[in-house]
Structure formats: structure tokens, C-alpha cells
């Protein structure tokens, strides 16, 4: 039967989160910090729009693209907010969550052993889709640098191969993020060398300390830039699985032939719920923003009073913290505060290169680094469960290290 399987799905490893957390599906009275989803309910008025648009009749397939009033109020959105315009003819494609729009922005663009360049840190599904679309990723570590990326090293990433970029901020999973200046410095590098910068900005929304900048809004990069975005973070929606890509026309047309033929179009319900986040659902986004910072500066300082070292997040819902203090590595540590302290945490290791590739016909392991030193946290979670969460943190920094543990 392994003979059947593609080889490129054999040597994919499982995503580092998804088998992490199946470890804690029926355990009880597991505080969890691990998954990225928002501990909100979708807002009211959203989930009404939903409701209604079914007991309206709204329930056939819509344009490939999305609906157009929904596309229309994205651009509204996008012009009212960052002064960036999209045609919502051809520059704007409706997809299921920005996964669905990672994985055809690189379907739409890649080659046979194209590179694309991914900082990492990185979200755990950039490196395997990168090779199921063809191409080779090339991972900068970015730890050295506070987990930015640099222009320097930037340029010492790419050659005559490369491809894009994948550029992600507020970051998953450090929640850093880029000013204005920072984004200017890395878009004269990714100009230079003609590269496509596919911008994730998911967690647009949430960043906290100064004002996000969209990379396709910076001079000169627009028709370079795949932007991807979406509803499921900021708006408290992530079961609803809708996102949207912004982009040159040329390669929203491509991959809106690969959605086609995969998809057909995002479930109507959905997109009418996104139509009203749009118009009603900035209060709600706003609230959600105080209490996500509240949260974080509460993990900040327990961190510190814990003695876990933690570079501060610009945004997002996610600290990545070192754990060098425990002598533990990240799977141990993970493991044994699961079933120690029924706390869990995603390993570090989730974020790092730890995906097999082949070159030019030859096995080889993609060069990074596998940030065994450290874990996710999530703040994404009740204040009173974070409180209960860092005091039995601390009993388990507290105890004598044992010996690793398998669960």
C-alpha cells in the first residue's frame, strides 16, 4: 500500500501542532494555550447575517470568485483603512480562510525547483506546501535578529532560483511585526532581485503598538504582491473559513483557475456573514484588540516572574517563549507540563524546517534551525484560565527535572 502513496506526501511530516494536540483530546481538565483560535464567539450581528441569508433562501453556489458585493466591500474596506484599491473584478478572489489562498498563491506561481524564501520561525504549513506546489523552501533563521527579518540577511538568502518570499506579520508564532521603516528596508532587497512577496497579514487587526502597514501598500510593490487576508482571527471567525487574496490580475485569474476546479466557490452562508463584519463588525474587532493586550501584558509579566524569557509581541495572540531554563527540550517540556500540570503548549520544534524535500532527485533535509528551546503559548484564552495556566507553570518550573517522558 506505501507504494501507492505520493512520495512527497510519505516524507511530509504531520503538522507539528495537529499531533501534538491529539495527545490532548480526552484528557480532562486541560487548560489549553496551544491552538490559534480566538476563545470569542463569532459577534452577534455576524452570526445573525448568517442565519438570515439561510432563512432568505441564500443557499446556491455563488461566483468562483465570491460574491461581488462581498468582494466590493473588501476593497472598500482595503481603500477606507490603508488607501490600497483593489479592482473587485479581477484583483480580489474569495477563498476558504487564507490556507486555501497560501496554498493556491503558491500553486499559481511555482515551477519545478523554485525557491521561496520563508523566515522562520514560520506557521507550520508554509514549508509543506511550498514542496507540494514544487518548489524548495528556503528557511532564514531569524532568532539571531529578535526573530525579524533582516535586509542583510534576506540577501544573502537568495539566488539566481529563488522565487518569492513569504512574508508573514504579526508573525505566527512570536506575534513580531514590521514598521513601516523595517518593511521599506526589506522591500528594496525583494525589488532588487524581482522577487513576489506573498504577505500574509491575517493578523492585521491585532497589533498593538503601532499601526499595521500593508506590504502591497508600500511604493513600488503592488503588482508584486500576493496579499492575503481573512476574517477568521480578528473578526472571531474561524469556522466560517473565509479569506481573501488580493493581487495582480494575471495571477488571480491562475489561481482562480485552480480553485475551479478544487473548491467551486466558498459556502454563500459564510461569505454573507463576512459581508456584515465588514459593515458592522469593527466594534467588536476593536474590543476583542483591548482584551487580546490585556491578556498579553498579563503573560508578559508572568513570564518575567516565572524567569521564562520572551521577546515581546507586536501583535497576534502568541508569545514564543525560551525554556532553556527547564534543561528540557521542547517535546519533553510539552509533554511532561501535559501531563504533569495539564497545561498545553505547542513544542517549538512545530515552527522550525523539520519537512524532508527532494532535490534534483536526491533526498536531502531542509537547512534551519529546529527552535527546540522553546514553546507557543497562546493568549487566546479567558484571563482566568491563563492565571490558572501560569501558576501551574510555575509549580512545574519549580518541581526537580526528571527524566524525559514518553505520553
Not at 177 to 189: C, P
Not at 249 to 274: D, F, G, L, N, R
Amino acid at each position: 500500500m506505501k507504494d501507492i502513496i505520493s512520495k512527497k506526501v510519505q516524507d511530509m511530516q504531520p503538522s507539528g501542532i495537529r499531533a501534538f494536540f491529539d495527545l490532548v483530546l480526552g484528557m480532562k481538565d486541560v487548560i489549553s494555550l496551544g491552538v490559534g483560535e480566538p476563545d470569542f464567539v463569532t459577534p452577534w450581528q455576524i452570526r445573525e447575517a448568517g442565519i438570515s441569508s439561510l432563512e432568505e433562501g441564500f443557499t446556491s453556489y455563488t461566483s468562483n470568485k465570491g460574491l461581488y458585493k462581498l468582494r466590493l466591500s473588501i476593497n472598500r474596506y482595503l481603500k477606507n483603512r490603508y488607501d490600497l484599491e483593489y479592482c473587485p473584478e479581477d484583483e480580489i478572489l474569495i477563498t476558504v480562510g487564507v490556507s486555501e489562498g497560501f496554498d493556491l498563491s503558491l500553486r499559481a506561481i511555482i515551477n519545478p525547483q523554485d525557491k521561496i524564501v520563508i523566515p522562520s520561525p514560520s506557521y507550520v504549513s508554509y514549508g509543506p506546501l511550498t514542496e507540494l506546489a514544487g518548489g524548495i523552501p528556503v528557511y532564514i533563521d531569524t532568532e539571531g535578529q529578535g526573530f525579524k527579518l533582516t535586509p542583510k540577511i534576506l540577501e544573502r538568502s537568495i539566488d539566481k532560483k529563488t522565487k518569492a518570499i513569504i512574508l508573514n506579520y504579526p508573525t505566527n508564532p512570536t506575534g513580531i511585526s514590521y514598521t513601516k521603516k523595517e518593511l521599506e528596508a526589506i522591500k528594496k532587497v525583494i525589488l532588487k532581485h524581482k522577487l513576489i512577496c506573498i504577505s500574509d497579514e491575517i493578523y492585521s487587526d491585532l497589533t498593538y503598538d503601532f499601526e499595521h502597514v500593508p506590504f502591497p501598500s508600500l511604493s513600488g510593490t503592488k503588482d508584486k504582491t500576493i496579499y492575503l487576508n481573512g476574517f477568521s482571527k480578528s473578526y472571531a471567525m474561524t469556522g466560517w473559513r473565509v479569506g481573501f487574496v488580493c493581487g495582480p490580475k494575471e495571477i488571480i485569474a491562475a489561481m482562480t483557475k485552480i480553485h475551479q476546479y478544487t473548491i467551486m466557490c466558498v459556502p454563500i452562508t459564510s461569505q454573507m456573514a463576512a459581508c456584515e463584519a465588514l459593515h458592522t463588525g469593527r466594534i467588536s474587532v476593536e474590543e476583542m484588540k483591548r482584551e487580546y493586550k490585556r491578556r498579553r501584558e498579563f503573560v508578559l509579566d508572568s513570564l518575567n516572574k516565572i524567569g521564562l524569557e520572551c521577546i515581546k509581541p507586536d501583535g497576534a495572540f502568541y508569545v514564543f517563549a525560551s525554556i532553556k531554563k527547564s534543561g528540557l527540550g521542547c517535546l519533553d517540556f510539552a509533554q511532561r507540563l501535559l501531563k504533569e500540570q495539564k497545561v498545553a503548549v505547542v513544542p517549538g520544534s512545530a515552527f522550525g524546517p523539520s519537512t524532508m524535500l527532494r532535490t534534483n532527485g536526491e533526498r536531502s533535509r531542509t537547512i534551519g534551525k529546529e527552535f527546540d528551546d522553546y514553546v507557543r503559548i497562546s493568549y487566546a484564552s479567558s484571563l482566568d484560565n491563563l492565571k490558572e495556566a501560569f501558576a501551574r507553570i510555575d509549580n512545574f518550573l519549580k518541581m526537580e527535572p526528571a527524566r524525559s517522558i514518553s505520553l
